[in-house]
């Protein structure tokens, strides 16, 4: 899932260039055996690669492994925005589908993205899954708060962690139900800024919350709020998990090299760094770097 092209004219709809992937993200990987590279991931791939456009998109399926690229953009005709997305086959490069929505309001995007995460799934997946929780159950019905939570998540991939904090805070002073912003504030402090007191009582909340979140965003947490606890190795073995369930995502390999190698294990840190996707600036990021752990 790329990064979406903003064709409205409009700067304050920016934000949506990386908030609309990750809403499809997000309720696409509640269909089983669908994986979705995360956005941190992808930025990872593309930061590597140095593409961008479909040629870039193609080139990072393929190094991940993925069977398609999603490419999309939207436009606003007048209170309305328009979101269109193209599927791209990742080893010809030929366009599968292409589907689209209209939302009549913008206000009610995280309500109506749904419809269009289902007609990509039937596409990529046409096997579904049990789960068919709306997004707005799954992350957050205030699209304010979203807004905030998806500039977080940019501020804290270009390794702003105070700014990203900010942002995160702002997203849970709109809902304070928003159990994701709540994870990436304690995430922030206690995973790559290795501030542990401040991070476990964020990490503490959204673990209590987190049934209500896909299995992806459960089996971060789970790993985040074992550092945060000091549990070595209860976040070895969420990470261990993670690698199994996840294995074209990068940093439950990091992690557990920086775990094992905590625990005077460095072979075998090695064995693990060396097994994930290969990312030169992972270690580089605030977002994913061995910090702590």
């Known amino acids: 899932m790329l990064r979406f092209e903003n064709r409205s004219g409009q700067r304050d709809l920016d934000w949506l260039c990386d908030g609309l992937p990750d809403m499809l993200a997000t309720t696409l990987s509640r269909s089983p055996g669908l994986g979705v590279l995360s956005r941190e991931q992808a930025a990872l791939w593309l930061g590597r690669i140095g593409g961008s456009g479909l040629e870039g998109a193609l ?43 209209t939302v009549d309001k913008l206000e009610r995007v995280l309500t109506q993205i749904d419809f269009l995460s289902i007609r990509l799934a039937a596409r990529v997946a046409p096997k579904g899954g049990d789960d068919h929780r709306l997004l707005a159950s799954l992350m957050t019905e205030n699209l304010e708060a979203y807004r905030y939570y998806s500039l977080g998540l940019a501020q ?56 209500r979140l896909t299995e992806k965003d459960r089996r971060h947490i789970v790993a985040w709020y074992a550092i945060a606890n000091q549990d070595y190795q209860q976040a070895i073995r969420a990470y261990s998990e993670l690698a199994a369930a996840y294995p074209n995502e990068t940093e439950p390999y990091y992690r557990l090299a920086g775990l ?34």
């Open 156 to 211: 804290a991939e270009g390794m702003h962690t105070d700014e990203a904090v900010r942002m995160f805070h702002k997203a849970v002073a709109l809902d304070p139900n928003f159990a994701m912003a709540y994870a990436r504030i304690g995430y922030a402090y206690a995973v790559p800024g290795a501030r542990l007191a401040e991070g476990r009582p964020y990490l503490e909340k959204a673990f209590h919350m987190s049934g």
């Open 59 to 101: 080139e990072l399926a393929r190094r991940s492994h993925a069977q398609a690229a999603i490419m999309g953009s939207f436009a606003s005709i007048g209170d309305s925005l328009r979101i269109d997305t193209r599927i791209y086959d990742a080893r010809t490069g030929a366009m599968l589908a292409a589907e689209s929505i």
């Open 260 to 293: 094992l190698r905590r625990r005077g294990c460095a072979a075998a840190g090695a064995r693990h760094r060396s097994r994930g996707p290969q990312t030169a600036e992972h270690a580089e990021r605030s977002s994913v770097g061995d910090g702590q752990a």
